[in-house]
């Protein structure tokens, strides 16, 4: 009705590239189609039991019923801290230095918010998970992209990563005030050493820039890989924050408890954005969020093993339909390169085909930025008989084409 009245915050938004096939997938569902869906990193499994029965048990307390904090409740900002102390050595203050998000999606729009000034500059790697792009367009800053170096055994290319990084600083005006990282990488899977964050954190002293970590898929790691996090380095508290998630971790996903973590003034700035915003989490979800990461961690492992089962078997039933995958370190996806007789499809319209021609689901790599064009993201989220059967699909699929 009243045109002149422009949304401009919305318009700078693109349109959600996933829609396109999320909106076919659901047509064929409804149709009465079985589509095997590898699209989303949505964790199938059950959250561990003694979590769930914390949940159960406190939730039966009338007290916990109320409204709770928004930066969350002390002791889950302790058991935080004790996750950091036990894995990394890393001593985190739990007043000053943590607070507890809904989710490090949320977490991250809203630190966004709390700390971008319109037109502020902040980089990021291309591809990336589209929240680490379209949060400093909502908070009415701008983005600069880089793109993400790595060769087609995923291996990083940490040496153009720091050039390319450079080049930007040297030539952006403004200057970047902010960069983004995110390893093991959402949707590549790229991992990185401790010698990264060495490099990166030096060079946020030197160029004066905060970092922005998010380490989702730290536990989802393969055949003795460690992720590193950014605060084994000496002095990175004063550049850096971390963002971490009990989704994958736990099979936490619907939960919605995450972090964010490290310097102080950035976690000011989001405990106070936060406070207008709301009251923070159930407090049962909480107190069973603290049981996870405080009780016993047999349960990590077991989820853990379950990705690297599935990674293992999908990627060779994969290959012996003729498709070939490099096998990731890291995270619950396989970032797949399009098979040579689709290369000329591209991301989108391989997408398309897969799901209306072989009823498998995959995420388009375009939806991740333009240098994701050539690739798909595939979840480890059926089991093996599904899996088989996708395999059989995109065979039959691969000889037609």
Same mark, same amino acid.
């Given at each position: 009705?009243?045109?002149?009245?422009?949304?401009?915050?919305?318009?700078?938004?693109?349109?959600?590239?996933?829609?396109?096939?999320?909106?076919?997938?659901?047509?064929?569902?409804?149709?009465?189609?079985?589509?095997?869906?590898?699209?989303?990193?949505?964790?199938?499994?059950?959250?561990?039991?003694?979590?769930?029965?914390?949940?159960?048990?406190?939730?039966?307390?009338?007290?916990?019923?109320?409204?709770?904090?928004?930066?969350?409740?002390?002791?889950?900002?302790?058991?935080?801290? !004790?996750?950091?102390?036990?894995?990394?050595?890393?001593?985190?203050?739990?007043?000053?230095?943590?607070?507890?998000?809904?989710?490090?999606?949320?977490?991250?729009?809203?630190?966004?918010?709390?700390?971008?000034?319109?037109?502020?500059?902040?980089?990021?790697?291309?591809?990336?998970?589209?929240?680490?792009?379209?949060?400093?367009?909502?908070?009415?800053?701008?983005?600069?992209?880089?793109?993400?170096?790595?060769?087609? !055994?995923?291996?990083?290319?940490?040496?153009?990563?720091?050039?390319?990084?450079?080049?930007?600083?040297?030539?952006?005006?403004?200057?970047?005030?902010?960069?983004?990282?995110?390893?093991?990488? !959402?949707?590549?899977?790229?991992?990185?050493?401790?010698?990264?964050?060495?490099?990166?954190?030096?060079?946020?002293?030197?160029?004066?820039?905060?970092?922005?970590?998010?380490?989702?898929?730290?536990?989802?790691?393969?055949?003795?890989?460690?992720?590193?996090?950014?605060?084994?380095?000496?002095?990175?508290?004063?550049?850096?924050?971390?963002?971490?998630?009990?989704?994958?971790?736990?099979?936490?996903?619907?939960?919605?408890?995450?972090?964010?973590?490290?310097?102080?003034?950035?976690?000011?700035?989001?405990?106070?954005?936060?406070?207008?915003?709301?009251?923070?989490?159930?407090?049962?979800?909480?107190?069973?969020?603290?049981?996870?990461?405080?009780?016993?961690?047999?349960?990590?492992?077991?989820?853990?093993?379950?990705?690297?089962?599935?990674?293992?078997?999908?990627?060779?039933?994969?290959?012996?339909?003729?498709?070939?995958?490099?096998?990731?370190?890291?995270?619950?996806?396989?970032?797949?390169?399009?098979?040579?007789?689709?290369?000329?499809?591209?991301?989108?319209?391989?997408?398309?085909?897969?799901?209306?021609?072989?009823?498998?689901?995959?995420?388009?790599?375009?939806?991740?930025?333009?240098?994701?064009?050539?690739?798909?993201?595939?979840?480890?989220?059926?089991?093996?008989?599904?899996?088989?059967?996708?395999?059989?699909?995109?065979?039959?699929?691969?000889?037609?084409?």
């Amino acid at each position: 009705m009243f045109d002149e009245i422009r949304f401009s915050k919305i318009e700078r938004l693109p349109n959600y590239v996933f829609a396109e096939v999320n909106a076919i997938k659901m047509a064929a569902r409804r149709a009465g189609e079985d589509i095997i869906d590898f699209s989303m990193g949505n964790p199938d499994g059950r959250t561990p039991q003694h979590i769930i029965d914390k949940l159960c048990e406190s939730a039966q307390k009338d007290k916990t019923h109320g409204y709770s904090v928004s930066q969350g409740i002390y002791k889950l900002r302790l058991a935080c801290a !004790n996750w950091y102390k036990r894995k990394y050595g890393v001593i985190l203050d739990p007043e000053s230095e943590i607070v507890a998000v809904m989710g490090s999606k949320e977490g991250f729009v809203h630190l966004t918010s709390a700390i971008v000034n319109p037109g502020d500059v902040a980089v990021v790697p291309d591809p990336a998970y589209p929240i680490h792009t379209q949060a400093f367009i909502i908070a009415g800053g701008n983005v600069v992209k880089i793109p993400l170096a790595y060769d087609e !055994n995923l291996n990083f290319n940490e040496n153009k990563f720091f050039i390319d990084l450079q080049k930007t600083f040297d030539e952006s005006i403004p200057r970047p005030k902010y960069v983004v990282v995110n390893f093991p990488h !959402n949707p590549t899977t790229v991992v990185v050493q401790k010698s990264f964050y060495e490099r990166l954190v030096a060079m946020a002293r030197q160029e004066r820039f905060y970092i922005i970590s998010d380490i989702a898929y730290a536990e989802i790691a393969f055949e003795g890989y460690k992720t590193p996090s950014i605060f084994e380095v000496q002095g990175a508290k004063d550049v850096a924050v971390e963002a971490y998630t009990l989704s994958k971790t736990y099979n936490m996903a619907g939960w919605r408890v995450g972090f964010v973590s490290g310097n102080k003034k950035l976690v000011a700035a989001l405990k106070k954005i936060k406070s207008w915003f709301d009251y923070g989490m159930f407090t049962p979800i909480q107190v069973a969020a603290t049981i996870a990461l405080d009780g016993p961690q047999e349960c990590v492992e077991q989820i853990r093993a379950t990705y690297q089962k599935r990674r293992n078997f999908l990627i060779d039933a994969f290959a012996d339909a003729g498709w070939q995958i490099a096998k990731p370190s890291a995270s619950m996806f396989a970032w797949a390169k399009l098979p040579p007789a689709a290369a000329h499809l591209r991301s989108m319209e391989f997408s398309k085909q897969l799901l209306t021609k072989a009823r498998v689901a995959v995420s388009p790599g375009v939806g991740f930025g333009a240098a994701g064009d050539d690739y798909v993201r595939i979840a480890f989220i059926e089991n093996e008989n599904r899996t088989r059967q996708a395999a059989r699909n995109i065979k039959k699929y691969l000889k037609e084409i």
